[in-house]
């Protein structure tokens, strides 16, 4: 990628105040981390061509050929870490809005973390933190976005599940402008929820999303559940109704979609009291 095609005309203040531009790295997530670790600021923004280690969550192997975008952003939110699932919350916002306006794509959010058009994966996000005292010390928001990405070089197993940027637009993306739109987008969300903002940004993700109204299963290191996906809570927990009736809270896990509800779904108030948290922590 080009670093002077990514600066210019990035109008933001904190995210992406410096770049490090490489051709390989492990994981952009280890080289953000260990940035952090040594002092570096907040919005100190790693980006790669390649990962030779490209992680995904729940310890998955995330596969990071030249092409794609693969970058990690620092954060350092005065946070506790159960919070952290907020930041992946407004990312995706972020990534489904910045594909959205910059490609004309319609890309759609699958709880927590997946970025999907016409229902395959085309964007993960992965954050890692480092916490003390109760507090995030930092946040490394690792994002991958397969763009320029022939989905014959997948392994096998991905392909019918996976899509690239270039596949949907049938030619070749602008990286650099894709992910100058994002990290623009990131700051803004970024500081709206700073600022106690983070139902606006619910409200957002609500209508991108392709999860509410479904029957999922929801598999996490715990166990897997199932159930209608009837809302996401204030922190940006899953809430799905089970089979007799009570509501479960999701705040970790993978959740696969199996049927909608018809004709319409309607979301039907919840009793708080009932509802129990399931998953590990996020
Ligand atoms: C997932 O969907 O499982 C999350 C995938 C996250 C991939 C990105 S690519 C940049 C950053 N570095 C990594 O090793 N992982 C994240």
Redesign the pocket.
């Known amino acids: 990628m080009i670093l002077e095609k990514i600066k210019n005309g990035l109008e933001t203040g904190l995210v992406g105040r410096e770049i490090c531009c490489l051709e390989e790295v492990t994981?952009?997530?280890d080289k953000a981390r260990e940035l952090a670790s040594e002092g570096a600021e907040e919005g100190v923004v790693v980006v790669s061509e390649r990962?030779s280690h490209?992680?995904?969550?729940l310890g998955?192997e995330?596969i990071?050929p030249e092409g794609g975008i693969?970058?990690?952003v620092i954060l350092r939110p005065k946070i506790g870490p159960r919070e952290a699932l907020k930041l992946t919350i407004i990312t995706a916002v972020a990534v489904a809005k910045a594909i959205r306006e910059n490609l004309g794509l319609d890309a759609r959010i699958k709880w927590p973390?997946?970025v999907l058009i016409r229902g395959k994966k085309v964007s993960?996000?992965?954050i890692e933190t480092s916490t003390s005292h109760d507090l995030i010390d930092y946040a490394v928001v690792?994002?991958?976005i397969n763009a320029n990405i022939d989905l014959k070089s997948l392994p096998i197993l991905i392909r019918s599940t996976t899509t690239s940027l270039m596949e949907e637009m049938k030619g070749v993306v602008e990286r650099e402008s894709l992910l100058q739109v994002l990290l623009m987008k990131l700051e803004t969300y970024y500081y709206v929820f700073t600022e106690g903002g983070f139902d606006s940004i619910l409200g957002e993700w609500r209508s991108l999303n392709c999860v509410l109204g479904a029957y999922v299963e929801v598999a996490s290191p715990v166990g897997t559940v199932e159930g209608w996906a009837i809302d996401v809570d204030g922190e940006g927990a899953l809430m799905i109704r089970l089979k007799d009736g009570t509501i479960k809270r999701i705040v970790s896990g993978d959740a696969t979609l199996k049927r909608f509800m018809e004709p319409f779904f309607q979301a039907e108030p919840i009793e708080h009291d009932s509802v129990k948290t399931f998953g590990d922590e996020p």
């Open positions: 994981s952009t997530n990962q490209g992680r995904g969550r998955r995330w990071s693969w970058f990690s973390n997946d993960g996000i992965l690792g994002v991958g």
